[in-house]
């Protein structure tokens, strides 16, 4: 079992930046591959980011490449999304998720674990 727990989020300005964070609990963090995606009232959920459970590779959606950088410490059991370049379409709940071993990392259905999710709201 992994508990996924979001941070940081809140409401920036257009152009602003924020940094979410994701504190997981239990055993062999450095096994799972790391996401973050992204839902908005009435629309599926859509994938922003992920990292490799080595942290070899990462990954991004064309929306958010090059404003966007995912990272993850393993001896802290952490991984965080630097947002940078913000915009109004980037407003959402953001939410964190863990795959073990994972390596198809930009579906939803292929997590195992997700967190409770945090507000971002970027203001034009």
């Known amino acids: 079992q992994v508990q996924l727990v979001e941070s940081g989020g809140g409401l920036a300005q257009a152009g602003g930046s924020l940094r979410l964070s994701c504190a997981a609990s239990g055993r062999s963090f450095n096994r799972y591959s790391m996401g973050w995606f992204r839902q908005t009232p009435g629309k599926d959920r859509e994938f922003v980011a992920a990292i490799t459970w080595n942290g070899g590779s990462t990954y991004y959606a064309d929306t958010v490449k090059g404003r966007f950088t995912i990272s993850r410490d393993n001896s802290k059991n952490t991984v965080d999304l630097q947002m940078n370049s913000l915009k109004p379409e980037d407003t959402a709940v953001y939410y964190c998720?863990?795959?073990?071993?994972?390596?198809?990392?930009?579906?939803?259905?292929?997590?195992?674990?997700w967190g409770q999710g945090t507000q971002v709201t970027v203001s034009s």
């Open positions: 998720a863990a795959d073990y071993l994972g390596t198809i990392l930009s579906t939803p259905g292929a997590y195992d674990y």
